[in-house]
C-alpha cells in the first residue's frame, strides 16, 4: 500500500480529468532522497483545473492545466502527502498496519501484479533497495 501511495505515474490512467490529464500521461522526472531516515521527493505536474486546485477568489474559470507540486515523506508503514497548489496547501497522512499477511493487505486489485512480482523476486533471492 505504501509502494501504492508513493506511485507517480497512475493519473493520467487512474484519475482522468479529476487529477490526472489523459493527454500527458508522463511520468514525472522524480529524484528519492533518505533524508533523517525517510525517503522523500517532489515533484510538480500539470493538472486539470477546478476548485481543488485554483484560487476562487481570484480565477472563476477552470479551464486548461494548473501546477500543483506533490511533496512526500515516507516510512516503511506511513507515508505524509502535502500537495500544494493556488488552493492552498492540503496534507493526506496515510499510516498502514498489515493484518496478518500481504494477500490480506490487498484491497486494489491493480496492485496484484506488483506484489506478484516483488513476491516472485523475493523468492529468488533480489531484494530492492
Ligand atoms: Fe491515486
Redesign the pocket.
Known sequence: MVE??L?TY??AF??AST?GDPGNPRAPNVRTQIVDGKLTFSYTIDQPANETIINVAEERDADGLRPVTYTLLATPNVVHLKKDSAAGVFVIYFAYAPVTDLDAELQVHMDRPTVGYRKWTAEMGIRFL
Request: negative net charge; glycine residues 0%; charged residues 10%.
Open positions: 501504492a501511495t506511485d497512475h493519473f487512474i484519475h487529477i
